[in-house]
């Protein structure tokens, strides 16, 4: 599975942003779809994931209430829409497909939240 996010930018605080991660091959619904951001100096975070039908979700503390993470397995595509953005919301975002022990991570896309 090969995976490329977009969506990101500049936001001012507040405002909203919609992210996408489109993936490659022909499994990808099988896989669980995970959102990760990095902050400058700070570890990975798992922001958000979405089991492999869309049944089950997964939100950090953090984002509840705020972001939803959602997918189109038919498009072979994953979300996360982003609202009430933060500063601290700033970080580079990754989308993550997690099968059994394989992990597959995306580029990710840089999400800058202005205060």
């Known amino acids: 599975v090969q995976l490329q996010a977009s969506g990101g930018g500049l936001v001012q605080a507040g405002g909203s942003l919609r992210l996408s991660c489109a993936a490659s091959?022909?499994?990808?619904?099988?896989?669980?779809m995970g959102w990760f951001r990095q902050a400058p100096g700070k570890e990975r975070e798992l922001v958000a994931s979405?089991?492999?039908?869309?049944?089950?979700?997964y939100y950090a503390d953090s984002v509840k209430g705020r972001f939803t993470v959602s997918r189109d397995n038919a498009k072979n595509t994953g979300y996360l829409q982003m609202n009430a953005l933060r500063p601290e919301d700033t970080a580079v975002y990754y989308c993550?497909?997690?099968?059994?022990?394989?992990?597959?991570w995306g580029h990710g896309t840089l999400v800058t939240v202005s205060s």
């Open positions: 993550n497909a997690q099968r059994g022990n394989l992990n597959y």
């Open positions: 091959g022909r499994t990808f619904s099988s896989h669980v």
């Open positions: 979405i089991s492999g039908r869309g049944t089950t979700t």
